[in-house]
């Protein structure tokens, strides 16, 4: 059939039963007929293609599938039928089957190719993924883009899943911060001092330039706020001797340095921040589904809004009639009257209340 990048296990199979049936309607026109006298039985351990033959609906494998169906068309003066046998349980056929089928994975015989040479849209997809994902880490060992990407390396290592993780669930105030300390491009007086914002890079306590590995692990006007953060680290289980890369790198220690960060106050930016928005999302799912309810019920009563205005006449049944509204259903105006003495009223017309506003 091919490799996994030509062809799929669910596709080899269908193609296994349609050359059985293959073998069938061959024997059916030889002089061996006899043989299917009291019928044919195939048998195999794939569900998904027995519930796809049931069902010829199934989008995968439709160019196998088809053939499976034509031959069975063919073989109805035959009594075929196609049983499921579970896998790897000592069923002799099938383990002898299962045996023959992982010797012709290993070879290279392209002479016997089963697939007829077409590729599915299902291995079409993966293997424009795969080339694409190769193409991408080429690209990302390049040295000119070494060069140009240096601070965007400083965010992931490696253009993979798992430089995902770190910042998945992260609140959006803690993910601005820990880009900001990871590529340096900070709102502290070294690197201001850089870009001639502030004239010093020095620290307030005046025991060196205010860095993030500074702010982080040396600034004595900060013990108290590390001292709180170290507590944090070590009940997460993370170690307390990292240093400032390698501890902002850790999932598990960002969102605590994040906060640390921020209470510190030497952000002005995050200064109206509130802890608790800090961190990473917890239940956002529930949260979509309470917004989406939400807007689903403003919705229906909107519709009933627009039911009651629809009404030419009394109200919706079953309905209560809008306030200051008249027997037509229609919002009467408010309207406006001033005294001789000066005094302004706003009188409401409705049938309801008729009284002033």
């Known amino acids: 059939m091919g490799t996994d990048g030509e062809a799929t296990v669910y596709a080899a199979e269908l193609r296994a039963i349609e050359m059985a049936l293959e073998i069938i309607k061959e024997i059916s026109l030889s002089d ?20 796809a033959i049931q069902n010829p609906r199934m989008p995968s494998g439709q160019v196998f599938l088809e053939g499976c169906l034509c031959l ?20 002799p056929g099938n383990e002898h089957a299962d ?11 392209i002479n016997h190719n089963h697939n007829r040479y077409i590729r599915l849209a299902a291995t079409a997809r993966k293997g424009i993924k795969q080339d694409t994902k190769a193409a991408w880490e080429r690209s990302w060992s390049k040295t000119g883009v070494r060069m ?6 400083k ?23 820990l880009i900001q300390l990871r590529t340096g491009i900070i709102g502290l007086a070294e690197y201001l001092s ?14 060196g330039n205010q860095s993030v590995r500074h702010v982080l692990l040396e600034c004595q006007l900060l013990e108290e706020q590390r001292h709180e953060m170290i507590n944090e680290l070590f009940e997460a289980g993370v170690s307390t001797t990292l240093g400032e890369m390698k501890m902002l790198k850790e999932s598990k220690a960002a969102p605590i340095v994040a906060k640390f960060m921020i209470a510190t106050g030497l952000l002005g930016q995050f200064q109206s921040v509130d802890s608790v928005t800090m961190g990473k999302e917890k239940g956002a799912g529930t949260r979509i589904v ?3 309810t939400q807007n689903q019920n403003q919705i229906k009563r909107l519709r009933v809004l627009e039911k009651q205005d ?35 009223t706003r009188t409401c017309s409705c049938t309801t209340c008729r009284h002033d506003a």
């Open 310 to 344: 629809a009404q030419p006449s009394g109200q919706a049944p079953g309905l209560p009639r809008p306030p200051h509204t008249n027997a037509h259903g229609d919002r009467p105006l408010l309207t406006t009257k001033t005294t001789k003495h000066g005094v302004a």
């Open 72 to 91: 069975l068309e063919w073989c109805k003066g035959i009594q075929v039928e196609i049983r499921w046998i579970p896998a790897h349980e000592g069923i």
């Open 32 to 51: 061996q007929q006899q043989r299917l006298a009291n019928g044919a039985v195939i048998f195999t351990d794939n569900q998904a293609a027995l519930r």
């Open 99 to 109: 045996t023959l089928a992982k010797e012709a994975a290993t070879t290279n015989d």
């Open 194 to 207: 850089k870009i001639k914002r502030k004239d010093s890079p020095r620290c307030q306590c005046d025991m």
């Open 290 to 292: 309470k917004i989406r």
């Open 148 to 153: 140009t990407a240096r601070r965007t390396r």
């Open 155 to 177: 965010l992931i290592e490696a253009p993979n899943k798992s430089s995902l993780i770190y910042w998945k669930g992260l609140r959006k105030a803690t993910s601005s911060v």
